[in-house]
Structures are given as C-alpha cells and as structure tokens.
C-alpha cells in the first residue's frame, strides 16, 4: 500500500513539474510580447536625432534633405516586418518597434 502512496505522489510531482515548465514558458511568451509590442517615441533621443517619425509624411524635409517621397520603414533593408505590418522591429531600436509607415535617417531601400 505505501507503493501506491509514492507512486500517486510521484505522478503529482510530475504533473507540478510539468505545470511550472509550462507556466514558465506561457510568461516568458507573454514577456517578450510586450517588449515586442513597445514602440519607438519620437520623442526619444535616438529617433529625434535620427529624424524618425511614425508617418513619413510628416519628416522635416528641409533638415533631412535625404528623405524622398514614398520612402518610409516597410521597404527599408533593416524594417523586421512584413511588407504589409502596421508595426514591426528595427535593429536601430533594439526592442522596439517602429511604423510601417514612419521613416528615420537611417533608411535604405530594400534591394
């Protein structure tokens, strides 16, 4: 009788176990999705010194003389998005996200 007490005892250690990988693993998907959701400000350093703006429209083109209509980080070589995404990372912004519709200086079109 007391084997079947530790095996009962055994498969509920197993099933805590199991339970705490599992939880571990839902909060750490649960983390990284909120530093993925965190998105660049324009009024941070970085992007103010790098003119980044979440729509590209609004770039100041007479101080980033480099910006040209149409441009904006969905096409550039660096955007981690898709094409089509709203938001998606950038290498400049580790940890953030920038529009698919903004633009910073550091824009180069994708080949």
């Known amino acids: 009788m007391k084997k079947n007490h530790i095996d009962i005892g055994r498969r509920e250690l197993l099933k805590a176990g199991s ?11 649960v983390g990284n999705a909120a530093a993925q959701s965190a998105r660049v400000d324009e009024k941070d350093a970085q992007a103010s010194s790098l003119g980044y703006r979440h ?5 100041d083109k007479v101080k980033f003389a480099k910006y040209q209509a149409g441009q904006r980080c969905a096409t ?5 998005g898709k094409p089509a995404d709203a938001w998606g990372g950038c290498p400049i912004f580790p940890g953030k996200q920038v529009a698919g519709k903004g633009w910073c200086s550091a824009y180069v079109k994708k080949a």
């Open 19 to 29: 339970l705490a990988v599992v939880s571990a693993a839902i909060a750490g998907s």
């Open 55 to 59: 729509d590209a429209t609004k770039v």
């Open 76 to 80: 550039c070589t660096l955007y981690q």
